[in-house]
């Protein structure tokens, strides 16, 4: 089965930093882009940043870009995502999720239960 | 940039009874590509329909996907009681807003 963990949210102060890490097992990790979607208390879903499966690619939305940094280590089937100088609005469940393609359709197979992130003063 | 609108907002249903949820893209979307999704309350979301229409593995054949172009619906055609629940459409980056389904 496939199964994705999260690990490292929880309560900082505006400008802070914190590395979110997921374990991933059950499929090929090597073989698959990765992503990180949030969702702030309360509200929809929200895609954060890709990451292709060889780590060349990266991609992320407008609202966290210079702020925030996805990568991976396939050795030890992990994706991580650092994050910096974070706001209030950052405020969230951070999830990892595993992307899958149709062609150009991309989409969110399998998501973890993810991490929760506070920034509070 | 495309943006979904889902609608209703809420639906409010009994078991046994269908549900009809609507997305509407800003613009075309190219060959169909939207996925529908269902999250729990205190759960993640799960996939149930990529490709507008094709079910996700271990997807009951109850939940259906159909549209093209700019308009998009997910059916459930007999509500079960763990089928109460918010869907979301997505389209590349794109999510709609959500549709809750209420008992």
């Known amino acids: 089965d496939v199964q994705l963990v999260e690990s490292g949210g929880g309560l900082v102060q505006p400008g802070d930093s914190l590395r979110l890490s997921c374990e991933a097992s059950?499929?090929?990790?090597?073989?698959?882009?990765m992503t990180w979607v949030r969702q702030a208390p309360g509200k929809g879903l929200e895609w954060v940043a890709n990451i292709k499966n060889d780590g060349r690619e990266k991609y992320y939305e407008d609202f966290v870009q210079g702020r925030f940094t996805i990568s991976r280590d396939n050795a030890k089937s992990s994706s991580y995502l650092q994050m910096n100088s974070l706001r209030v609005e950052d405020t969230a469940v951070y999830y990892c999720?595993?992307?899958?393609?149709?062609?150009?359709?991309?989409?969110?197979?399998?998501w973890g239960r993810g991490t929760l992130v506070t920034v509070s003063s | 940039e495309i943006v979904l609108t889902q609608s209703p907002g809420t639906l409010s249903l009994s078991p046994g009874q269908r549900a009809i949820l609507s997305c509407r893209a800003s613009q075309s979307i190219t060959s169909n590509y939207l996925a529908w999704y269902q999250q729990k309350p205190g759960q993640a979301p799960r996939l149930l329909i990529y490709?507008?229409?094709t079910r996700a593995t271990g997807i009951p054949d109850r939940f259906s996907g159909s549209g093209s172009g700019t308009d998009f619906t997910l059916t459930i055609s007999r509500l079960g009681p763990e089928d109460f629940a918010v869907y979301y459409c997505?389209?590349?980056?794109?999510f709609g807003q959500g549709t809750k389904v209420e008992i």
């Open positions: 059950g499929f090929t990790f090597s073989r698959s882009w």
């Open positions: 490709g507008a229409s």
């Open positions: 999720v595993k992307l899958e393609w149709l062609v150009l359709h991309w989409f969110f197979e399998f």
């Open positions: 997505q389209h590349a980056k794109a």
